[in-house]
């Protein structure tokens, strides 16, 4: 029996339907670095004007978060609550990488660009999946990552398309044919630096961070030109002066049972810990396009759990930070939780917005949903907090210190919201975060730097007995209130689109993917993908129909079932 009819029977058996329009599997591994050849001619140029106008495209899907304010919000609305329930698979793209898979595709003129795990991109005719080329990075002997091989995305620009590679590399690809045109080593992989983020390209730039924070690097948010791949610059997350104003509370205001006199103390006699503090960069800066302004988060501090060793608030780890996108000069931070020791760093985008402040005044915002449960809503122009939402999870024994025996403190070090990036309806008011609900003991064991090596000072266990799930929260952010929850089986873990459709769209480790009523939360579609739908959706248009596009592929990090398919949808005729 061929390959093609194995995938096709496979293919019907999961989802239950009496057609296939298509099933497209990819061939077995081969030893060159571009597989496949051009098929469709030359991709018409991805602008700065493109990128600048993405939020009202219906076209196309520019962004890994839809546009420069990572809204998000797709603004179509051919697909919507009066015929979402018609939505049928028009096309099912087989990777040859069966591993997690976290990417959002990007598309561009009727041309669909995904990675996988491993640091493999696809170029895809988004009208029926067929394979237009792909590439397969060649590792460096060396690659050392956290939670999973992963990798979110490329970033298109000019003639190019932009990836970030595990062994912390950056590559820029002819978009035309997947050949590689020039790479740069972003940082050192035998010290802990790796790439799972998808880059953004903004104005001739490159921009991209670094995951690692549990390996104790330095983390950053870097710049390189997109034409040569030669650094701009770059904004450190941990500042060499990292101790800050010994915040005993944090940014709710709750106090965070800090020892500050023996804080003091291990800084005189260890110094700064600036050089291996963590603060990596895992997911895409926000761009304002009017201050020239990048908005980005930066996560935990390394050791994790050990806060011996890093005496301070730790800055500007898990912090809402914002610089200048021309020099990458510091203009404005926010930090969370001050010498954060229980893993709960931010990681899922900043959104750009506008939003009501305290007096009712609409001003220039921007929001960020933390694994503590919150959102965060903040005056853009100087990072202050506004508001924070009420808890989309529960919160128990906040902030109880990890001990060498276990101590029980929600949420776990998975979160609230993880790295999923949520999205907001402007119209609604409405911000959407999917969120776990996964009870955990934190654990201390202090142990010096190891060198590039797994640096956490303890252990987070998950606790077997306690039931874990999780849910899709819509968040009023003018006003901190919950105005809908829908409670979900097993933590979710992956992204949530909104579009003008009334719609969310997101899916669950159990490989349901489903669609809402953005208003009010009711179910109005779910779709069985065979595999943990782990990666934030996207929307795009070719010839005047619209598709709702997802990779099921599962997830690492909490362990769901592994595929490997990009699953295009469309209304049935």
Not at 6 to 15: E, M, N, P, R, W
Not at 200 to 207: D, E, P
Request: with cysteine; charged share 15%.
């Amino acid at each position: 029996m061929s390959r093609m009819k194995i995938h096709t029977i496979k293919f019907l058996s999961v989802l239950g339907l009496g057609f296939v329009m298509a099933a497209f599997a990819a061939t077995a591994t081969q030893a060159q670095e571009v597989k496949g050849g051009t098929l469709y001619g030359d991709m018409q140029l991805v602008t700065q004007d493109m990128l600048n106008r993405a939020a009202g495209d219906g076209n196309n899907f520019l962004h890994t978060n839809g546009n420069y304010e990572q809204t998000r919000y797709y603004p179509a609305r051919q697909i919507n609550v009066g015929n979402v329930h018609k939505l049928r698979p028009a096309w099912i793209f087989q990777t040859e990488v069966v591993e997690s898979l976290e990417t959002t595709p990007i598309v561009v003129n009727g041309i669909m660009y995904v990675t996988t795990s491993f640091s493999h991109v696809y170029a895809l005719n988004a009208e029926t999946g067929e394979e237009i080329w792909h590439y397969k990075h060649k590792m460096g002997p060396v690659t050392t990552y956290c939670c999973g091989p992963n990798n979110r995305g490329v970033a298109a620009y000019g003639d190019k398309v932009y990836l970030g590679t595990l062994d912390a590399k950056l590559v820029a690809l002819d978009a035309r044919t997947g050949r590689l045109v020039w790479e740069t080593q972003i940082a050192d992989p035998a010290l802990g630096y790796s790439e799972t983020m998808a880059p953004s390209a903004v104005n001739g730039k490159i921009l991209i961070g670094t995951n690692g924070g549990e390996y104790g690097v330095r983390g950053f948010l870097k710049a390189f030109d997109s034409e040569t791949g030669e650094l701009l610059w770059t904004f450190y997350t941990t500042a060499e002066n990292s101790v800050g104003v010994w915040a005993t509370h944090d940014a709710t205001g709750r106090d965070m049972l800090r020892d500050i006199p023996a804080e003091k103390a291990a800084l005189a006699e260890l110094g700064d810990p600036y050089k291996t503090l963590g603060g990596g960069v895992w997911q895409n800066p926000a761009y304002d396009q009017e201050t020239n302004r990048l908005y980005f988060v930066a996560g935990n501090p390394s050791p994790d759990l050990d806060g011996s060793l890093r005496p301070g608030d730790n800055l500007y780890t898990n912090s809402l930070i914002s610089v200048d996108l021309d020099t990458g000069q510091y203009a404005c931070h926010f930090q969370y939780i001050a010498h954060d020791v229980w893993d709960l760093d931010a990681v899922s985008p900043p959104i750009l917005l506008d939003v009501q402040d305290e007096n009712g005044n609409t001003v220039p915002g921007v929001i960020h949903g933390g694994k503590t449960g919150h959102i965060y809503v903040h005056d853009r122009r100087t990072c202050r907090l506004i508001r924070f939402s009420e808890a989309m999870v529960p919160q128990e024994n906040m902030w109880v210190l990890p001990t060498k025996e276990g101590k029980r403190m929600l949420p776990g070090a998975n979160g609230g919201v993880e790295w999923s990036p949520m999205t907001v309806d402007e119209n609604l008011g409405l911000a959407y975060a999917i969120n776990l609900h996964q009870p955990m003991t934190y654990h201390v064991e202090s142990t010096p730097y190891p060198g590039g090596k797994l640096w956490l000072g303890g252990a987070f266990k998950v606790i077997a007995s306690e039931q874990q799930w999780g849910n899709v929260t819509a968040v009023d952010y003018n006003t901190g209130k919950i105005r809908w929850k829908v409670k979900t089986a097993e933590p979710m873990i992956g992204g949530i689109m909104a579009t003008a459709g009334g719609l969310v769209f997101t899916g669950e480790g159990n490989g349901a993917f489903k669609a809402y009523d953005s208003a009010n939360g009711n179910l109005l579609w779910t779709f069985q993908a065979g595999a943990g739908v782990n990666a934030p959706p996207a929307s795009y248009t070719v010839n005047g129909k619209q598709y709702i596009v997802v990779g099921a592929g599962g997830n690492v990090q909490l362990n769901y079932k592994r595929g490997n398919n990009i699953i295009a949808f469309t209304l049935a005729d």
